[in-house]
């Protein structure tokens, strides 16, 4: 009974029964694969549809001719079966990010069964599960124990119940069509996996065989990967421009095999928003889907998360991004790290090596001389002063650039800070200050020394 | 004579000679026009070089036939004249970014002198003044004057020499090609401008006529337009990675026409940077030249900036950026102007509208409940309780989106702070912690409520 593969329907009671005899009961992914035990591993119910079928029909197709309206066919069913996951089982159900019409829930419940992906309760349930437990042991996909687990793996080995993650689904269990298709899954997918697209290649054009085999089996086997592509690929390739504390990736060529749910960054921050992709000119048809059904009436109540919100997991993350690059740049020794040094010993000094003061710090600019863009003459006019009027306007208001430079080239600050040594100076040369400039950049003449 | 038309070399004395008569001197440039004075305001042999004469060429390539070999010639001269100016008198003569061996320097001076822009002395000396005040008044092709302005205007008119900038220009006056070709300007403009690329032409296959009108005044004309665009377009469009505070801007198309000078934002920053382009993919055809001239014994000393100081702008720029960004952006009433409630007036406020306290602060959910994308009965499990350890990894562990879109929902703040709160309630119903599970999920039994 498919039911019994929920690994996502909430638990009531503590999973493992204790067993009559005393030897407690260890489950059986608790114990080793063994040659005795290797079968009680997997999965045999979904190795079947999701292994066996396929590699079956895929080796049939290559003796099976594919004629132009079946190809078609299958390429549109293709198209049907799996948007019905990704609008129907994913964002209406799993997501409740609008709320759809009776009919438009009947279309996803049946197309989105012939995707062969289990019933929209166990999925959706599942699905949850993923959001709530992302890249932890809970996470029924949980991409860290591989690319490979993430994408099939986790279907093909039975799960430990102990491991099982809580959600709620009680709007699933209300639902009357998630109801009636999780009873009658196995008709469900009987009929639209492989009758239905069977009957309407036979009835239609006389190509039966063609119809199971090319738009049945191989086209459930491309829905399959592609849709399973969001569990892997999208938490594997790709930006993530909201957050980057789990696994979820932005990327075009997962949202291109996904009918639009490779902006899966997004879609883990913002989860019940009805979009994934957010630019108008990023590959999001599932996202135009809902909007044209919103259109003609058969779609509504459309979630978004504000533009407000959204922006600010981009600020976030662009300043975490940009905290990590400046943390990699030299940014000078740190002013408290610097030896403190007195005005008399920095005049000293700047006999031996080019020492240029700057707001109460030194710099050792010896080996700048030469590559000054301002010549070598200015630089040098500014060697064993405190050029801090010089630097920043008196003679030239140097860049930005410049100021990052100079920072990298600090040797030690003055006791006292800048404007004490411009004092000190200034009484001892018997002048009012070493600013020659004013900020017009005309001389200034001071009392006394008129000509 | 040419060498009167410099508005950049240092002026020693005060421009403005006392006139005899008692009525002060008031130069040209202080007087509004008229139509007595309007002659006067205009710079003739600019007008003459960089308007006449390319008018009166173009007007008259329209009747002269351009036959194939004489458009590839004008074109192949366009580019050698062109790149004499950026690569020699612009980046080596200018900003002295690199060191040439005399025959490349004397190709510069040739070609650079045929381009129709003034000698290397007059155009470097300028240049060195652009760079030094830029966007200012003493800017000479300040472009806060307008487009129009720094494009041609500033060559059209008579210039105010009190508003004249000062540089250092001793390393030109030394150097014996800048100076030849400064008192010889005449004869080089002459021969490189107009004969040379006739004569070619004319010897070359007979197109004596076709040689001066394409590729002489035809080609100038282009010359001249293309590099004007680095003192128009360039401070005009395009961003801004390295600084904003002024106008110079980096944009491909301005590299496209101007050699790839382009990149002119970098340049201000970063002016003897023999690069303006740092990224491999990026237009600069110059730089490339240079490297060439390096490879084969011609070039050496190229100056760059570090990688480090360059990275160090960006990182900035960016960061401004971003906090504008972050400014637009609602994040929530700051917590010291929330009003501060006693615990039990948000007990109490919460039986009106749903309250939930989280972190110390109190926030109103009312209008997200339908929203949450964790189901309502998750979210008004919280209403009315410190729910801040279920809505941090108790229950599950929300996202950074979910923590931005709490703080625009702050109302208050609890007086005392949350621990008090939680201590508070614990003592009242007799309860060590609100906290039910522990980082594991797993639920906590504590002493006394064993089952
Ligand atoms: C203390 C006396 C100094 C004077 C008078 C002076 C003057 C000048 C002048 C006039 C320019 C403009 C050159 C042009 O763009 O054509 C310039 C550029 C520059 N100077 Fe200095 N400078 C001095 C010290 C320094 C020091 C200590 C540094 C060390 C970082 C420095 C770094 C630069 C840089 C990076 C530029 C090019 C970027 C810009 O335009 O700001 N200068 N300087
Ligand atoms: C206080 C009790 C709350 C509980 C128990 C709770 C529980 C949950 C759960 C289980 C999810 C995962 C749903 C999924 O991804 O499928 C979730 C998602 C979310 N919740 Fe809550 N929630 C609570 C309160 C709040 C509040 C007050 C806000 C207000 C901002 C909020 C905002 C969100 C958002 C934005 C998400 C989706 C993004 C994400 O995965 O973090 N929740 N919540
Ligand atoms: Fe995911
Ligand atoms: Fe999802
Ligand atoms: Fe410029
Ligand atoms: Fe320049």
Redesign the pocket.
């Known amino acids: 009974d498919l039911r019994q593969r929920s690994v996502a329907v909430p638990v009531a009671e503590s999973p493992a029964p204790a067993s009559p005899a005393h030897k407690p009961y260890v489950h059986i992914t608790e114990k080793p694969f063994t040659l005795q035990n290797w079968h009680q591993h997997i999965n045999w119910l979904n190795v079947t549809l999701i292994i066996v079928i396929p590699v079956v029909g895929c080796t049939w197709a290559v003796f099976t001719p594919l004629c132009r309206k079946t190809a078609l066919w299958a390429f549109l069913y293709y198209y049907m079966t799996g948007i019905s996951i990704t609008g129907g089982y994913h964002r209406l159900w799993a997501h409740r990010a609008y709320s759809a019409r009776l009919p438009l829930k009947i279309f996803f419940a049946a197309f989105g069964g012939g995707a062969v992906e289990g019933s929209i309760r166990w999925w959706s349930a599942g699905h949850r599960v993923h959001h709530r437990y992302t890249d932890t042991d809970r996470d029924p996909y949980n991409v860290r124990r591989g690319l490979l687990y993430s994408h099939i793996g986790w279907m093909v080995f039975v799960k430990n119940p102990k491991k099982a993650g809580r959600v709620d689904i009680s709007d699933l269990n209300t639902d009357p069509i998630v109801k009636w298709q999780h009873r009658n899954y196995v008709l469900v997918l009987a009929v639209m996996g492989f009758l239905f697209p069977m009957a309407v290649a036979g009835l239609g054009w006389g190509d039966w065989k063609g119809g199971l085999i090319w738009a049945g089996v191989v086209r459930l086997t491309v829905v399959h990967h592609a849709t399973f592509c969001v569990n892997s690929l999208a938490h594997w390739i790709g930006d993530q421009p909201f957050d980057d504390r789990r696994s979820p990736r932005d990327h075009v060529l997962t949202a291109l095999v996904t009918f639009g749910e490779g902006y899966h960054n997004f879609h883990h921050e913002f989860p019940s928003d009805y979009r994934n992709a957010i630019k108008w000119y990023q590959y999001d048809p599932t996202k135009w889907l809902i909007w044209i059904f919103k259109k003609v009436g058969l779609a509504s109540d459309l979630q978004t998360f504000s533009q407000n919100a959204i922006e600010q997991g981009i600020v976030q993350q662009r300043q975490k991004k940009l905290d990590k690059w400046r943390s990699r740049l030299n940014w000078g020794v740190p002013l408290e790290l610097l030896p403190v040094m007195e005005f008399e010993d920095f005049q000293a000094q700047s006999k031996e090596r080019a020492l240029?003061l700057i707001a109460g710090v030194v710099?050792d600019?010896t080996n700048?001389i030469e590559g000054?863009?301002?010549g070598k003459a200015?630089?040098q006019?500014?060697i064993g002063k405190d050029?801090t009027a010089?630097?920043n306007g008196g003679?030239?208001d140097?860049?930005n650039?410049?100021h990052n430079?100079?920072s990298t080239?600090r040797v030690g600050v003055i006791r006292g800070g800048m404007e004490v040594e411009v004092w000190k100076m200034a009484q001892r040369e018997n002048k009012d200050s070493t600013i020659k400039l004013d900020s017009e950049k005309n001389s200034i003449v001071r009392a006394g020394s008129q000509a």
């Open positions: 240029v710099h600019v700048f000054h863009p301002g200015l630089i006019s500014g050029a010089i630097f003679v030239y140097h860049s650039a410049a430079l100079l080239m």
